[in-house]
C-alpha cells in the first residue's frame, strides 16, 4: 500500500510541475479593483499597545507597510510594485517576537479545497535576521504543537533575493474550517540576545493555487548530496553551524584504514558548549531534491565521534515543514570507526535542506539539554539513493567484493565479504559479534 501511494504522488507531482491550474490571487498590489485581502498591516492591539510603533516606521496614519518598488524585477517576481515594512535605521529597540505580526486579513472566507490548497507568498529580506513563521486564523500565534497544520516557519535561503514561501492549508481543508486571515511573524526574536540589525522585508503576489512546489524552483538531479572531495559541489550548497561559537571545516579523514569510509577529505564540526541541542550541520540546496520511490528513497550520512551519543537527522521539505529522526551511534561497538545513519523518507515529497544534529541528551522531564560539553564530530558522503541498507565497505567493482583485514586477537582476524555475506577466519575463536 505503502508503495501505490508514493508512486500515485509522484504521479500527481508531475502533474503539478507539468501543468499549474487556475490561481486564486489574494493579494498582488497590480490592481486598482479590490483584492480578497483588505487588511495587511500590524496586528491592531501591538499597534494599540505601541510596540510596532518602537520597531517599524509608520508612513502615516499608524499603517506601518507601504508598497514600493519591486526591490528585485529581473527575480522570479517581475511585478512593478511590492509591499514593505521597514525597521529603524538608527537607536532601534531592537525588534522582539510578541506582536511582531504583519496581520493578512480576508474580506470574505475562502472555503479551502485541493484545488486552492497551497497558499503561496514572494517574500524578500535584506538581512535573514531570526525566521519568520505563518499563523493561521488568528491574530496571534500557535503552539509548537500546531506546527505543520497552523502554524509554520522557515527562513529564505539567502538575504537580497525573491523566494516563494508554500503554505500547506491542509488542516483547514481536512477539518472543513475557511481560511479569514493569517498573521506573518517578520522577525521571530524569541531568544536572546535579541539584535536583529535593522532592515528591510517585501512581500507580494499571494496566491492560492494547487501546486506545492515554490514558484521558480529549480529541481536538482542526481544521488549526491554532498561529498567534501568535491569543492564544486561545495561551493553551490549553503552549510552553516547555527551558533557562532560552533565550528566547521573541511580536513583529512581522521582514519584513512577505515574499512566503512576510508580516505578522502571529510567535514569536522566543533559543537560548542554554548550551543542549544538544536543547532548543528546545516546543509540548504539550491533547489529540491524530490524523493523518488525506489531511486531517491534513502538517505545517508555517514558520522564519527569519540563516544556513544544520540544524534538527529533532520529535514526540511518543499513548503518549510521539519521532520527529523533519531539515532543511536554505538562507538565502544564500533571501536570509534564510521557509521551510516540511514532513514526512509518515502513518506515525503522533496527536500530542501537537512541538519545532522549531534549529542542530543534529556534531562529528567525529557526536555532536550543545551550547552552539552564541546566535542568534535565528523560527518561524509550524504546520499539520497535507493539502498535501504547501511554502507558497509569498498566494494571490488571487479568481481562485486570486497576483502577486510583487520586485527582482532594476538593470533589475528581476517574477515571477507561476498554478496554482504561475511565470512571470518580466527584461531581459536569462541565468540564473534559483527556490526
Known amino acids: 500500500m505503502k508503495k501505490f501511494i508514493?508512486?500515485?504522488?509522484?504521479a500527481?507531482?508531475?502533474a503539478f510541475l507539468a501543468k499549474a491550474q487556475e490561481e486564486m490571487v489574494l493579494l498582488s498590489g497590480e490592481t486598482d479593483d479590490p483584492e480578497p485581502i483588505v487588511y495587511y498591516n500590524f496586528v491592531d492591539w501591538s499597534i494599540d499597545e505601541g510596540r510596532i510603533a518602537q520597531w517599524y516606521i509608520d508612513f502615516g496614519d499608524e499603517e506601518f507597510t507601504t508598497w514600493v518598488d519591486n526591490p528585485e524585477p529581473d527575480g522570479i517576481n517581475t511585478t512593478s510594485t511590492s509591499l514593505m515594512a521597514q525597521t529603524f535605521k538608527e537607536d532601534i529597540p531592537t525588534v522582539d517576537w510578541w506582536g511582531n505580526f504583519l496581520n493578512f486579513v480576508l474580506d470574505e472566507p475562502i472555503e479551502?479545497?485541493?484545488a486552492n490548497r497551497y497558499m503561496h507568498i514572494f517574500h524578500y529580506r535584506?538581512?535573514?535576521n531570526n525566521i519568520w513563521a505563518v499563523f493561521l486564523n488568528t491574530n496571534g500565534s500557535h503552539e509548537d504543537a500546531e506546527l505543520g497544520n497552523l502554524r509554520f516557519q522557515g527562513n529564505n535561503n539567502v538575504?537580497?533575493?525573491w523566494e516563494d514561501i508554500v503554505i500547506d492549508l491542509h488542516y483547514l481543508m481536512d477539518n472543513d474550517i475557511p481560511l479569514e486571515q493569517f498573521n506573518f511573524l517578520v522577525d521571530a526574536a524569541w531568544s536572546d540576545p535579541r539584535d536583529s540589525p535593522p532592515t528591510r522585508y517585501y512581500w507580494d503576489e499571494i496566491v492560492l493555487n494547487d501546486d506545492p512546489f515554490p514558484r521558480g524552483v529549480e529541481f536538482l538531479d542526481g544521488t549526491d548530496l554532498l561529498n567534501f572531495d568535491d569543492q564544486e559541489q561545495m561551493d553551490n550548497l549553503t552549510i552553516t553551524t547555527q551558533n557562532e561559537a560552533n565550528t566547521f571545516e573541511v580536513v583529512p579523514n581522521p582514519l584513512p584504514d577505515s574499512w566503512v569510509n576510508p580516505n578522502g577529505m571529510v567535514g569536522k564540526f566543533h559543537k560548542s558548549d554554548e550551543a542549544s541541542w538544536w543547532q548543528?550541520?546545516?546543509i540548504q540546496f539550491p533547489g529540491l531534491h524530490m524523493i523518488e520511490y525506489g531511486e531517491k528513497q534513502y538517505l545517508h550520512?555517514?558520522?564519527?565521534?569519540d563516544s556513544t551519543c544520540f544524534m538527529q537527522l533532520h529535514v526540511i521539505d518543499q513548503n518549510d515543514v521539519h521532520h527529523t529522526q533519531m539515532f543511536f551511534y554505538p562507538h565502544d561497538d564500533l571501536d570509534g570507526e564510521w557509521f551510516d545513519l540511514v532513514w526512509d523518507l518515502s513518506d515525503y515529497t522533496a527536500i530542501k535542506a537537512i541538519t545532522?544534529?549531534?549529542?542530543?541528551?534529556l534531562d529528567d522531564e525529557d526536555n532536550y539539554i543545551n550547552n552539552t560539553p564541546a566535542r568534535d564530530f565528523y560527518v561524509d558522503k550524504i546520499v539520497l539513493d535507493d539502498d535501504p541498507f547501511e554502507r558497509e565497505g569498498e566494494w571490488d567493482d571487479d568481481d562485486d567484493t570486497f576483502v577486510i583485514e583487520r586485527e582482532g586477537t594476538e593470533e589475528g582476524l581476517t574477515a571477507y565479504a561476498s554478496d554482504k555475506t561475511i565470512f571470518f577466519s580466527m584461531q581459536e575463536a569462541t565468540h564473534v559479534q559483527v556490526f
Open 6 to 10: 508514493t508512486v500515485l504522488m509522484l
Open 12 to 14: 500527481l507531482c508531475t
Open 112 to 114: 479551502i479545497t485541493e
Open 126 to 128: 535584506e538581512n535573514l
Open 159 to 161: 538575504p537580497g533575493r
Open 280 to 282: 548543528g550541520l546545516h
Open 301 to 305: 550520512v555517514f558520522v564519527k565521534t
Open 356 to 361: 545532522v544534529r549531534f549529542d542530543l541528551q
